[in-house]
């Protein structure tokens, strides 16, 4: 299967380039895999550069997760993210996501200095 990089995902959700986000759709109607890096990157880009708030993340998150055409790595995982997220969207979303990859992993507590973070179960407030 083929693989997208940040910025396909960028044009998928922004759709700000109506060449490539018809480039994009064209590329991943034949299927293709989002890693978490790519994932975990868009949503920086989406919430630094577009301003996404907590509610269009969520919104953008949940239609990437539900693509037809899309298989994101470790999709429970963005799923449980994507869960937390949307109780907790102070934590942004790229905590969440590292929380729920080291349940899966099997490697809690996760150490951390953030505050709101370290109130979460699963993690240890340094």
């Known amino acids: 299967m083929r693989a997208v ?9 922004a759709r700000d380039d109506p060449r490539q986000a018809r480039a994009a759709d064209r590329f991943v109607e034949k299927g293709a895999w989002v890693s978490i890096l790519a994932l975990a990157e868009a949503t920086w ?3 630094t550069v577009y301003e996404f708030n907590a509610a269009e993340m969520a919104t953008a ?5 539900n693509h037809k055409d899309l298989t994101l790595q470790d999709s ?12 907790r969207p102070a934590l942004g979303f790229s905590d969440c996501l590292m929380l729920h990859l080291a349940r ?3 490697h809690l507590p996760l150490g951390t200095f953030d505050r709101a973070l370290g109130k979460t179960a699963g993690t240890q407030k340094l």
Do not use: S
């Open 104 to 106: 899966k992993a099997g």
């Open 61 to 65: 998150l949940h239609m990437l997760l």
């Open 45 to 47: 880009v989406l919430g």
């Open 76 to 87: 429970d995982v963005v799923a449980a993210a994507l869960d937390l997220f949307r109780l």
């Open 5 to 13: 990089d940040t910025n396909v995902l960028v044009r998928l959700i």
